[in-house]
């Protein structure tokens, strides 16, 4: 028994005592309001055959039912109790029985969906996996895939593990405050963990994370078969000198974030900016837009324990970083943190920071977002700390202003120094420009204090060149201040 859901004799006292809408978790109108509205904004629509797994007495059917067309919907359970009090209770008080077939509320102990006799467009598991194993949810998977049509989607939610943490501990999930484990139920996993459990299957998963359940559960999106997740899936499976040839901007950990060719460069030349700039083992290093690690890999091992902080909104590139390139041993051992927040906000841990870094970041934002990150960025600097980021420079005379918002995909945006300097300054950093080699872009070093900056005499010596590679020659024409 994983947990007392799977209990009859629990769960049919539970209802008899009137408390059917407790033991499937409460929040009974914002859960099933909350569901509803996700799903929508995901595509749902009137016409789709939607199959509940796990949907108990009916906290989302009562919201999914008046919205979907009559007939449209399946609610399956391993508990008849639940099923029963969801009919008679929650629809027939509300006057949706007469749009929701009895028979479509089913009872199933073991998956046995191939027995409803019906292919479906939408799959939805709410709160099912935080309370199985991993070989249950596989078997779930395998049995479900039966019954989605190609092209149908499953959403499920599961506790997650933030990427820094020992999945063999016991978490505390915030917001809510429950435990969860890694051998018993409520269960907790990484995202990988549950993707590993597709393999030979015709899903394929897309994190899609906060979805403000009030326990923190997060979601995950499973796509079946002949999808567009096909190719990205193959695509990051690449190994490192097959992806050598992947463009920019594709599904890879290493091509994601800028050119693959440039991945071990940018590695060691952001690392030699702050050696250059003074880093030490003691510091504190905020790398905003980590992506994969690129430079992470190099700052983690050097930096005492919790020294690194990472912000990146793609959490997948954290993972392959991780796994692929950095190892969880070192993550036990120096204690990161990591944040998947898409705010532009530099104050997410609570923290004030040495050195922050955001190389390529400003070059896919417009002057709002721009303008967010360089003030976070100044609130969160110690009074010694410094910024250096780096930008697409526009030489232009006359130069309009980029739009704003997020621009990736499209090419970098770019500023006239005297723009980049006037945001700088607006956001409370003085600032400068150094001649440290970037292949297309321009450094700029911040400090909420003027004398920190380097001094023009020293800037000659931050030139970041390297002998005897042809990719990282100095282009010959580079200012030296």
Same mark, same amino acid.
């Given at each position: 028994m994983e947990?007392r859901?799977d209990a ?9 005592n ?8 409460g929040? $009974?109108?914002?859960?099933?309001q ?6 929508i ?7 789709d055959?939607?199959i ?7 906290r989302?059917?009562v ?5 979907l067309r009559?007939g449209?919907y ?11 009090a969801?009919?008679?209770? +929650? ?6 029985q ?8 089913v009872?199933?102990?073991?998956f ?7 292919t479906f467009?939408?799959?939805l598991?709410?709160?099912?996996? !935080?309370?199985?194993?991993w ?5 779930c998977?395998?049995r479900l ?6 092209? =149908?989607?499953?959403?499920a939610t ?6 820094a943490?020992d ?6 999930q915030?917001?809510?405050?429950i +435990?969860?484990y ?6 907790h ?5 549950i993707?590993?459990a ?5 899903w394929?998963a ?11 559960q997060?979601m /995950?999106?499973f796509?079946r078969?002949?999808s567009?997740l096909?190719?990205s899936?193959?695509t ?8 050598? =040839?992947?463009?920019?901007?594709s ?6 974030v ?8 940018l ?9 250059? /700039?003074?880093?030490?083992d ?7 837009g ?5 430079? @992470? ?9 919790r020294?690194y902080?990472g912000?990146?909104?793609?959490? $997948?590139?954290?993972?392959d970083g991780l796994?692929r390139?950095l190892?969880?041993?070192? *993550?036990?051992?120096k ?7 898409p ?7 609570g ?13 896919? !934002? @417009? ?16 009074p ?10 526009n030489?232009?005379? *006359?130069s309009?202003?980029?739009a704003?918002? $997020?621009?990736?995909g499209t090419?970098c945006?770019?500023y006239?120094? +005297?723009?980049?300097?006037g945001l700088?300054? +607006?956001?409370g ?9 970037h292949p297309?872009? !321009?450094?700029?070093?911040?400090? !909420? ?11 000659r $010596?931050?030139?970041?060149?390297a002998?005897?590679?042809p990719?990282?020659v100095q282009?010959?024409?580079?200012r030296?201040?």
């Amino acid at each position: 028994m994983e947990s007392r859901y799977d209990a009859p004799d629990y769960v049919n006292e539970q209802v008899r005592n009137g408390r059917h809408r407790g033991v499937v978790g409460g929040s $009974w109108e914002e859960m099933g309001q909350r569901q509803l509205d996700f799903l929508i904004s995901h595509g749902l629509s009137a016409d789709d055959r939607l199959i509940d797994v796990g949907c108990g007495s009916l906290r989302a059917g009562v919201k999914l039912i008046p919205f979907l067309r009559p007939g449209h919907y399946w609610g399956i359970d391993s508990n008849p109790s639940l099923l029963e009090a969801g009919w008679e209770h +929650e629809l027939g008080p509300l006057g949706l029985q007469e749009r929701q077939p009895r028979e479509q509320l089913v009872m199933l102990d073991d998956f046995q969906f191939e027995q409803l006799g019906q292919t479906f467009d939408v799959a939805l598991a709410q709160s099912l996996f !935080t309370h199985f194993s991993w070989n249950r949810i596989r078997r779930c998977l395998a049995r479900l895939a039966a019954v989605v049509r190609p092209g =149908g989607r499953l959403f499920a939610t599961f506790f997650e593990v933030p990427s820094a943490q020992d999945p063999e501990l016991p978490i505390r999930q915030q917001p809510g405050g429950i +435990e969860t484990y890694s051998d018993r139920n409520p269960y907790h996993y990484r995202s990988e963990d549950i993707e590993l459990a597709l393999r030979h299957l015709p899903w394929r998963a897309e994190y899609l994370g906060d979805w403000e359940h009030p326990r923190g559960q997060k979601m /995950l999106a499973f796509e079946r078969g002949g999808s567009r997740l096909d190719e990205s899936a193959v695509t990051r499976a690449l190994g490192i000198d097959e992806a050598a =040839g992947l463009r920019a901007g594709s599904h890879h950990y290493r091509a994601f974030v800028g050119p693959p060719a440039r991945f071990d460069f940018l590695s060691a030349s952001q690392f030699a900016l702050l050696f250059a /700039l003074g880093l030490n083992d003691r510091h504190r290093v905020l790398d905003f837009g980590c992506g994969s690690l690129r430079l @992470g890999r190099l700052l983690i091992p050097f930096l005492r324990e919790r020294g690194y902080f990472g912000i990146e909104p793609e959490r $997948w590139l954290i993972e392959d970083g991780l796994s692929r390139e950095l190892g969880h041993d070192a *993550v036990r051992i120096k204690n990161p943190s990591f944040s998947h927040d898409p705010t532009f906000n530099c104050g997410v841990f609570g923290k004030r920071f040495d050195f922050i870094v955001a190389q390529s970041i400003v070059s896919h !934002t @417009g002057p709002d977002l721009a303008r967010k990150l360089i003030g976070t960025a100044a609130a969160a600097l110690k009074p010694s700390g410094l910024m250096i980021l780096s930008y697409q420079r526009n030489d232009s005379a *006359v130069s309009d202003w980029p739009a704003d918002g $997020w621009h990736y995909g499209t090419g970098c945006v770019s500023y006239t120094e +005297e723009q980049m300097l006037g945001l700088l300054a +607006e956001g409370g950093l003085h600032a400068c420009a150094i001649p440290w080699h970037h292949p297309t872009l !321009t450094w700029l070093v911040a400090a !909420t204090q003027p004398d920190r900056l380097p001094k023009p005499r020293h800037r000659r $010596w931050l030139r970041g060149r390297a002998l005897h590679d042809p990719r990282l020659v100095q282009p010959a024409k580079r200012r030296a201040d």
